[in-house]
């Protein structure tokens, strides 16, 4: 549990440590906002054998850490600082800091580098595009174009009368979309539904929207596309063919950052770390390794 100061008072955040490695140590920032760390279970499987240091973490608000209600918390400007103050009560610095974003995280990610890179050697940003704005109108003009179109009025509907707790509601996302560009293994894999269950509503609601078809919440304008030539440390960006996200997005941030590489999942969604596992891991961990031997 690692302490953190915030503009309302000290809080605790829950780390986990695998692993020991003092040049390749991986901070994995998970989604939402308001995820958990549940999500990167899946990198208990890969990154041990290849000795990568790495620790899951729960942002303030989220599953292990404490819970503060005071909803002028939830800024990304707030939880870029959280991250500040974890990487240094873990004693991680430029020779040895992999920040690993996914989803949000990513968000989050990118935020953190372009106020602190000076603090990392290497940058992941898992399955996020860099503006919410064109996210938006991927999932509206791309996705949504590839559904039954009964079922997309059927979701617009129910959103239009904010009857996002309707039961219907997820029955329709579920196989329509969630299967489809979440998350592709089926039936999902156990710490992908325990993720999903222990997201804080609040946070996320109040942030990203009530859906993932989508985004309405104070991110909803967010875009650093134009600050991605700012990125000077070596950055990786992943995308996946069935993503929720543009993979050609994520392959263009690539070629913004000064140094950057793009990793495409043939076969990934949005968790490409759960249903492309052949691709995404070889490609992160490479990432990691080629870094640390100064071959990026």
Known sequence: MIPIKTPVGAFKVWT?????????????????????????ESFESYFPQEGIEFYEYDQLGSMLSDHPTDSSLWTTERFVEEVEQVRIALGMDKNNFY?????????????????????IKGLIISNMVSSIPQYVDYANNVLAKQMDPKIVDTIRLMESKKQYTNPRY???????????????????????????SHINQEIYVMMQGPSEFGASGRLLNWDRSKDLPKIEVPTLTIGGEHDTMDPEHMK?????????????????????????????????????????????
Request: with cysteine.
């Open 16 to 40: 986990k440590k695998f692993g020991n490695n003092p040049k390749m140590k991986v901070l994995l920032l998970h989604g939402g906002p308001g995820g958990t760390h549940e999500a990167f």
């Open 99 to 119: 920040v690993l974003g996914h989803s949000w995280g990513g968000i989050l990610a990118m935020e953190y580098a372009l106020k602190y890179q000076a603090n």
């Open 170 to 196: 997820m029955e329709i996302l579920q196989p329509n979309y969630y299967e489809k560009h979440l998350c592709r293994t089926i039936p999902w894999p156990e710490p992908v539904v325990r993720a999903f």
């Open 252 to 296: 263009w941030m690539s070629t913004q950052v000064k140094r950057g590489r793009y990793l495409y999942c043939p076969n990934g969604s949005h968790c490409s770390m759960w249903d492309d596992q052949p691709h995404y891991f070889p490609g992160v961990i490479g990432f990691i390794k080629d870094v640390n031997a100064g071959k990026f």
